[in-house]
């Protein structure tokens, strides 16, 4: 199932070259179109991805729940499509999210500045200043977005497996160099028990997020074969199996080990 993730510089790789090189290469383009889907499903609004989509949230937007959906829901989306194989992944730091999981092909496509500014002129119909100023603000955007959601840097070679530059190359001959690096990269993968075991965890940890009420503090999950462990903090037996039964209900959850804590609520003293 080979899975590929395209980080990419504003003008360095148009949206019509991500899908030539999906095309060309034989798999799904998974851009924000197929993820707006995901938090459809999960009735969030499509505004939600709009709001946030590759960019950093703001100190006011940190106090919302908002950011939490939409880092969940992503999250998600992205590890479904995954799951399901013959993927790119277009932008929204996949690369940091499945490295590990996958045997996945991490991708980065740069170009000169001059180039990358002449490119977004011409597809925009703006000047060069305003080309300029969307090229400035888009790269603060993903390297805010990456630094935020996955603590790396966006523009750290080391976190790719190659970095392309597009001002001399076209997408046909990169899909020919890169088929057989994709089918080594896939060879080296671990299999896909990791990457469902996560996709598991990632279900749990919203399912326990969405459920009204659910008396649990700090919760942490882990998955192995299915097999979920969680820790965290509640306030009763009655509380942690009602934790339980959410977890249970969940798709690819075999079995539940319960490591909550219990924490009695402190009573206040009364005055003397």
């Not at 019509?16 to 197929?34: F, K, N, W, Y």
């Not at 938090?39 to 609004?45: H, P, T, W, Y």
């Not at 992944?89 to 170009?111: Q, S, Y």
Request: with cysteine; charged share 30%; hydrophobic share 40%.
């Amino acid at each position: 199932m080979p899975i590929v993730t395209i980080a990419r510089e504003m003008g360095a790789l148009s949206k019509a070259g991500e899908q030539a090189l999906c095309r060309d290469l034989g798999l799904r383009c998974v851009d924000r179109t197929v993820l707006e889907e995901h938090f459809l499903k999960r009735g969030a609004d499509r505004k939600l991805m709009g709001r946030f989509d590759e960019r950093k949230p703001n100190f006011f937007d940190r106090l919302q729940n908002a950011v939490d959906i939409y880092a969940l829901t992503l999250k998600l989306a992205v590890l479904t499509e995954a799951e399901s194989g013959n993927a790119a992944l277009i932008g929204r730091g996949g690369n940091f999210l499945l490295h590990g999981l996958t045997g996945c092909l991490r991708l980065r496509f740069t170009a000169p500045l001059e180039l990358r500014v002449k490119r977004t002129a011409e597809e925009q119909k703006c000047t060069a200043d305003a080309a300029a100023k969307a090229i400035a603000a888009s790269d603060q955007g993903r390297i805010g977005f990456c630094r935020h959601h996955y603590g790396r840097d966006w523009r750290d070679p080391a976190q790719y497996d190659l970095v392309i530059n597009t001002e001399k190359t076209d997408m046909r001959t990169v899909a020919e160099f890169l088929r057989p690096l994709i089918a080594a990269a896939e060879r080296q993968s671990g299999g896909p028990d990791r990457l469902r075991d996560e996709l598991t965890a990632q279900r749990v940890r919203c399912a326990l997020f969405d459920a009204e009420n659910l008396p649990v503090q700090f919760p942490e999950i882990g998955c192995s074969d299915g097999r979920i462990t969680v820790h965290g903090s509640v306030s009763s037996d009655a509380a942690a199996e009602r934790v339980r039964q959410v977890i249970s209900a969940v798709e690819g959850v075999r079995e539940v080990t319960d490591m909550l804590e219990r924490i009695q609520p402190e009573l206040p003293r009364r005055f003397e």
